[in-house]
């Protein structure tokens, strides 16, 4: 079992800038890639970008691509998320989620990831 904590949700201005990390516990040596999602109030859940945790190649959605870095610390098993020109259409329920199998095709889909946090909440006003 794996087991993620995420932090660093909030309230923020428009145009600011988030960094959210997700802690790693448990089985870390099973998780092939990590990934952050987001919930917002009456939408999907949202894949926004995920990284292989051997070769850190990294796929990003794009409402977010160019404005978001995801990266890990291996040492740390923590995750994180940075996120710049932040817009009130930011505002959801971050999710941390790790997968143990092998994505393939699009690896956004929430159906490959197999352990999730509780979330961290982001708020951007305008």
């Known amino acids: 079992q794996v087991q993620l904590v995420e932090s660093g949700g909030g309230s923020f201005q428009a145009g600011g800038f988030l960094s959210l990390s997700c802690s790693a516990y448990g089985a870390i040596y099973s998780i092939t890639w990590m990934a952050w999602f987001r919930h917002a109030s009456g939408k999907e859940r949202e894949g926004l970008a995920t990284i292989n945790t051997a070769t850190h190649s990294t796929v990003y959605a794009d409402p977010v691509k160019g404005r978001s870095t995801i990266s890990q610390d291996t040492a740390k098993n923590t995750l994180y998320l940075q996120m710049n020109s932040l817009k009130p259409e930011d505002t959801a329920m971050y999710y941390c989620?790790?997968?143990?199998?092998?994505?393939?095709?699009?690896?956004?889909?929430?159906?490959?990831?197999?352990?999730w946090g509780q979330g961290t909440q982001v708020t951007v006003s305008s």
């Open positions: 989620a790790v997968a143990t199998g092998w994505p393939s095709g699009n690896r956004l889909l929430p159906y490959w990831y197999t352990h």
